[in-house]
Nanobody
Framework: QVQLVESGGGLVQPGGSLRLSCATS????????MGWYRQAPGKERELVATISSGRITNYADFVKGRFTISRDNAKNTVYLQMTSLKPEDTAVYYCNAFLRVAIDSSYSNYWGQGTQVTVSS
């Protein structure tokens, strides 16, 4: 059973910083792309950032220059360093991993349960 567990969310003032972590546990053979998505109340889930196994990164325009995604392949963990946070960054942030559980299995998407980030004074 593969699990993705996020941590690091919370309440922060505008202009502040937070670091999210997402650890993958269970039977994992290899992980391809990992990423962060977010969903604000009344809105659809949207991509924030992704990182490939070779550490090639991709960011949504609204976080470029403010957020940094990274990963530790040895720990099967992905991080999201968020700086200069704005009230509009308030959302539930979800971790995603595209992985396979065995050498002869296909890649599938897995999601974490989400962590709340609230930016407010």
């Amino acid at each position: 059973q593969v699990q993705l567990v996020e941590s690091g969310g919370g309440l922060v003032q505008p202009g502040g910083s937070l670091r999210l972590s997402c650890a993958t546990s269970g039977r994992v053979f290899s992980i391809s792309k990992m990423g962060w998505y977010r969903q604000a109340p009344g809105k659809e889930r949207e991509l924030v950032a992704t990182i490939s196994s070779g550490r090639i990164t991709n960011y949504a325009d609204f976080v470029k220059g403010r957020f940094t995604i990274s990963r530790d392949n040895a720990k099967n963990t992905v991080y999201l360093q968020m700086t200069s946070l704005k009230p509009e960054d308030t959302a539930v942030y979800y971790c995603n991993a595209f992985l396979r559980v065995a050498i002869d299995s296909s890649y599938s998407n897995y999601w974490g349960q989400g962590t709340q980030v609230t930016v407010s004074s």
